[in-house]
């Protein structure tokens, strides 16, 4: 197997166990509404940039809702979501977060992870003078129609070194611009996803991610540097 240096991860339903703007619009009553439109989305029924529209319009988070949602993602890690980012992070690999969603929610959750702002891409929220939703910015790639697949193509250009993990249609469409794309099923199942990824993880845990994406070598200086934690995942 060839050395892997970047490892992506998708935030909704990959990293995190919830789907961050169905969370926020059940918080406002509306869950019903946009967990249709995130459903549709996800499994490449419609439109990202039309789904997000109008979702965003009906739950015009705050940045006070945002800042929660943050919060709400650290309490509702995958198991072994955090195990996995501090061991990559051990062997000198490079941990991004590549969403959907926007910030400052995401940024609460790279800082509980110890995943550099610089290395997360995500889309933008315009608040006014008091915090209240203004809109977002239209003009980011992740908003976008086969966002993530563009914002991977344009940043990492040597695919054989990435590797990508995410659980929708959208992260599926990335899959010729990296080097392995392993599909996510242990919070949301998508056929698709399962069926066109290089690898599928069906379980509701991400330990599988570091077997997959190490070399031996590297599973074998994980063992020296962590063997307690490292024997259980890889």
Avoid at 44 to 73: C, H, N, Q, V, W
Avoid at 128 to 142: C, E, I, P, Q, R
């Amino acid at each position: 197997m060839k050395k892997i240096d970047i490892i992506i991860f998708d935030v909704d339903s990959t990293l995190v166990t919830i789907e961050g703007l169905d969370w926020l619009a059940e918080k406002k009553g509306r869950k019903s509404e946009v967990s249709r439109f995130t459903k549709r989305s996800m499994e490449g029924l419609m439109g990202f940039r039309d789904a997000m529209e109008r979702k965003m319009k009906i739950i015009s988070p705050t940045r006070r809702d945002l800042a929660a949602l943050g919060e709400k993602y650290c309490w509702s890690l995958t198991p072994g979501a955090e195990d996995i980012v501090r061991l990559l992070h051990k062997l000198g690999k490079q941990v991004w977060l590549l969403t959907g969603n926007f910030q400052p929610a995401v940024g609460i959750l790279a800082k509980k992870l110890g995943v550099p702002a610089t290395r997360i891409l995500c889309n933008e929220v315009y608040f006014d003078s008091l915090g209240n939703y203004a809109g977002f910015n239209s003009g980011n790639k992740l908003s976008r129609d086969n966002g993530k697949a563009e914002t991977i193509k344009e940043l990492f250009a040597n695919k054989k070194k990435v590797a990508f993990i995410g659980d929708s249609v959208t992260d599926l469409e990335a899959k010729e611009y990296v080097r392995m794309f392993i599909g996510f099923g242990g919070v949301a199942e998508r056929k698709a996803v399962r069926e066109n990824a290089d690898y599928y993880i069906g379980e509701p845990d991400l330990s599988p991610v570091l077997s997959l994406v190490l070399t031996r070598a590297e599973k074998k200086l994980l063992m020296k540097l962590k063997p307690s934690v490292a024997s259980s995942l890889c």
